[in-house]
């Protein structure tokens, strides 16, 4: 039977992608280079690499990897960059080769990066100064036998490459020492794989492209096994659901998240670079004031994020030039990651002129899912409808698919899914089915149209009083309160009630209240879901993407409690 979203799809989009239009990323990628030579495909920092330049570069750094350290089909490279233009000069180096790349979190502890890099038994890691000390702590107890660094500036001309490697390590001291004998410098690299000729490798969709970790906030990090056809099987849904707005060759896109999550990896680098577009790359988000400068110098028809950067930017000094500057480009906001609150929603249209368009996936599903159509004139609450070539249905825990209008599990099948875990077949087997399904263990609920609202993840239902309450909503409703700037939302023990709600708070209006959150919550929730404990925190922990980390809140309650 047709799934019923079809009937609502834009006039634009397919039913079904062409899974087999690409063999592998890196049949994809020399198509752009070889179209969009003298295009720019990144920028940072003021600072341009064409499609050409991207072409030359990860060819040689392909070749030092392949030619001169003796690295072969299926090895695996640990990448430990921020968003600079030496990140896409590595990964299609390395995947030009036919190496697997393991994305790696730069700001990783030393127990993270080494069971990051045991388990995944990489050979050899291509990372930041800034971070090469974290490094020297685990490498011993790895299979890492080449290790490649690299300095913020590298990649930009002389002698402003020399002048911000100068003053990050010596003037702002934001290198700490670090010792890693026979380590290889990013450029000597690059001038060492100018010299040999690569040996090409056929790739095909059976190839492994990323060992992708999960974040790991709930037990151990797994390998998510992404294959070159997961990835481009993606790329290509992605592309026919924005074909109808976006123009190929001349798009300009701020990718703030960082490119080693599977996020910005497929929604920006991957998919803009299909696209002949320009990625224009900032590497510290976090600092607002200098992202917000750099918004002004740019004019930009595409960005992506997550709830909580958008938040961040509204809430800017100086955001509005951004808006008088970039008046009539932008094309597109993309947000996922998280849920989106309709309170941010709702500004950002009113101050830029376009919708936040929501979307929804995960690492196991490469990740995009689901999308509202880009043409939305308002932001719905919801994540949108299945893209090309996805199956979704909402079931039960018998695993029954539900009807429209019942909450579920949210599953999924289509040529983005997994291959599985790393190393990790029981895990493997307790979320993805022999027919390809994957339980996401996420609650979603879908409509007679095919268009699915997320409720929550099921691991942070709060059951009250038997009554189920989902962090999500009440997250929302709180964030409709003028004095709240961000929330989080846990469930605690409860003598009585087995668990009741407890908000974490940011204020945006100094006075605010316990008493006046806790009545505004009133006015607006069941009484089961109103909480029963506010604290105002100056700030909230979260995921390097910016999505706030309950399960981290829920730790620091239970050991404040303990500690009492």
């Known amino acids: 039977m047709e799934p019923i979203w079809l009937k609502y799809y834009p006039a634009s989009v397919?039913?079904?992608?062409?899974?087999?239009?690409?063999?592998?990323?890196?049949?994809?990628?020399?198509?752009?280079?070889?179209?969009y030579p003298k295009r720019p495909a990144f920028t940072n920092m003021g600072v341009a690499l064409t499609y050409g330049e991207l072409d030359r570069l990860s060819r040689n750094f392909g070749a030092c990897l392949q030619q001169v350290i003796g690295l072969r089909r299926g090895d695996r490279v640990a990448i430990m960059l921020p968003n600079l233009l030496q990140y896409p000069v590595a990964l299609f180096g390395a995947l030009r080769v036919g190496l697997v790349v393991v994305n790696v979190n730069p700001l990783y502890t030393a127990r993270e990066l080494?069971?990051?890099?045991?388990?995944?038994?990489?050979v050899a890691i291509v990372v930041l100064e800034n971070f090469a000390h974290t490094l020297q702590k685990v490498v011993a107890t790895t299979a890492v036998r080449h290790i490649i660094t690299t300095q913020v500036g590298d990649l930009f001309p002389p002698p402003r490459r020399w002048l911000v490697n100068f003053a990050i390590k010596r003037v702002k001291r934001m290198v700490p020492r670090w010792q890693l004998p026979g380590a290889i410098a990013f450029n000597d690299a690059l001038k060492s794989g100018a010299r040999q000729t690569p040996t090409d490798v056929a790739l095909t969709h059976?190839?492994?492209?990323?060992?992708?970790?999960?974040?790991?906030?709930?037990?151990?990090?797994?390998?998510?096994?992404?294959?070159?056809?997961?990835?481009?099987?993606?790329v290509e849904q992605t592309s026919a659901w924005i074909s109808g707005t976006?123009?190929?060759?001349?798009e300009v896109v701020i990718t703030p998240l960082p490119l080693y999550h599977i996020f910005a990896l497929t929604a920006n680098l991957l998919t803009f670079v299909k696209w002949g577009a320009n990625n224009v790359l900032i590497t510290n988000p976090r600092d607002i004031p200098r992202f917000v400068h750099e918004l002004r110098q740019i004019r930009f028809t595409a960005i992506t994020g997550v709830n909580t950067l958008f938040n961040m930017l509204l809430n800017a000094p100086g955001f509005d030039e951004v808006r008088?500057?970039?008046a009539g480009a932008l094309k597109v906001a993309v947000a996922g990651g998280m849920a989106v609150q309709r309170t941010v929603a709702e500004r950002w249209q009113q101050m830029m002129g376009v919708p936040l368009i929501e979307g929804y996936g995960l690492t196991e599903a490469a990740p995009i899912v689901c999308a509202n159509p880009l043409e939305a004139k308002a932001f719905s609450g919801k994540i949108g409808m299945p893209l090309p070539s996805t199956r979704v249905a909402i079931r039960n825990e018998a695993e029954r698919e539900l009807p429209p209008g019942e909450v579920g599990e949210i599953c999924v099948q289509g040529p983005q899914v997994m291959r599985g875990y790393w190393n990790m077949p029981e895990e493997t087997a307790r979320v993805l089915g022999p027919d390809g399904w994957l339980r996401t263990g996420d609650m979603g609920v879908m409509d007679d149209h095919g268009s699915i609202q997320f409720i929550d993840r099921r691991k942070d239902m709060i059951v009250v009083s038997g009554f189920k309450v989902y962090p999500t909503e009440i997250e929302d409703v709180v964030m409709?309160?003028?004095?709240?700037k961000e929330v989080g939302v846990v469930g605690v023990p409860d003598e009585k009630s087995g668990e009741v709600v407890k908000l974490y708070l940011v204020k945006k209006d100094p006075g605010l209240t316990a008493e006046a959150v806790m009545a505004h919550c009133?006015?607006?929730?069941?009484?089961?879901?109103?909480?029963?404990?506010?604290?105002?925190?100056?700030?909230l922990p979260k995921s390097p993407i910016g999505k706030i980390l309950r399960r981290e809140l829920q730790m620091e309650h239970a050991a404040s409690a303990g500690a009492d």
């Open 246 to 250: 976006l123009k190929e060759g001349i």
């Open 114 to 122: 080494q069971h990051q890099l045991a388990d995944s038994g990489a």
């Open 324 to 326: 008088k500057a970039n």
């Open 522 to 539: 009133k006015a607006n929730l069941t009484a089961y879901k109103v909480p029963k404990h506010v604290e105002f925190r100056d700030n």
């Open 14 to 35: 397919p039913a079904e992608i062409d899974i087999f239009r690409f063999a592998s990323l890196k049949d994809m990628l020399e198509r752009s280079c070889a179209r």
């Open 480 to 484: 409709m309160h003028p004095g709240v």
């Open 206 to 234: 059976e190839d492994i492209a990323f060992l992708q970790y999960t974040g790991g906030t709930t037990g151990v990090a797994k390998g998510t096994i992404l294959t070159h056809g997961n990835m481009v099987a993606n």
